[in-house]
């Protein structure tokens, strides 16, 4: 049976929408990729060697051989990453970290060469595969720099948390991009999603909810308005 947000994906590609399942790959990923010197950063005296299994083919497109037998592969990590006190500890050196990415170039000049670094942390966080690159790639040609900031800044405050509740897609075409939430008819927003979905709205990114009925395999979609449900 087809996943609703797959019957969704396949709407809006009938629309002219280039479509990629988005959830966390994207924040995660951004994250990584854009914050992997602050995170991994040995000066940080929270720092530690961690070691981390393979995640599978799903989810990583590293080969199991770059992984060691006893300890994994080794990354280095705050013990308190992902929290609310790891922002508030490190909050000024993560200000200054975006603040260049913020004063620079293009943010997708940079994604490539973040991408090959940030490999290790990736990987912890489940993204170290081509669709969350290409997803993300995708993410970065089109929202707007100051747009992707937010959004990183936004996720590292409180990331164990806050990493969850995105949409379960990322549309676009050359002139505008939407994230959207897929929900069949008895389908509610988690409170997770609800405080994305106000974030988003308060931060003017787009984004919508596509509420399958209950005729949903007779291809008949209502589009919600998102101020009017969260």
Avoid at 76 to 82: K, M, Q, S, Y
Avoid at 133 to 143: D, F, M, P, S, Y
Wanted: charged share 30%.
């Amino acid at each position: 049976m087809l996943r609703p947000e797959n019957f969704a994906a396949e709407y809006y590609r009938k629309l002219g929408y280039q479509v990629h399942i988005c959830e966390r790959r994207l924040i995660n990923t951004l994250v990584a990729a854009f914050l992997w010197t602050v995170i991994c950063d040995s000066d940080d005296p929270l720092s530690r060697i961690c070691g981390i299994g393979w995640r599978g083919e799903r989810f990583s497109k590293l080969d199991p051989s770059s992984f060691d037998e006893r300890y994994g592969l080794l990354l280095r990590l705050p013990i308190d990453f992902g929290s609310r006190a790891y922002y508030t500890r490190r909050n000024e050196t993560i200000e200054e970290w975006v603040d260049l990415h913020r004063r620079g170039g293009q943010l997708i000049e940079l994604y490539d060469y973040f991408l090959e670094v940030s490999t290790g942390l990736r990987e912890y966080l489940w993204v170290c595969n081509t669709e969350s690159e290409e997803l993300t790639r995708a993410a970065l040609e089109i929202i707007p720099k100051d747009m992707v900031i937010k959004m990183i800044m936004w996720t590292i405050e409180d990331f164990w948390d806050r990493h969850h509740g995105w949409p379960d897609l990322f549309i676009y075409d050359n002139k505008e991009f939407l994230f959207v939430e897929v929900k069949s008819p008895k389908d509610r927003l988690s409170l997770d999603q609800m405080r994305w979905f106000k974030w988003a709205i308060e931060n003017h990114i787009p984004c919508e909810i596509c509420r399958l009925n209950k005729k949903q395999a007779q291809s008949r979609i209502a589009h919600n308005h998102v101020d009017d449900i969260v």
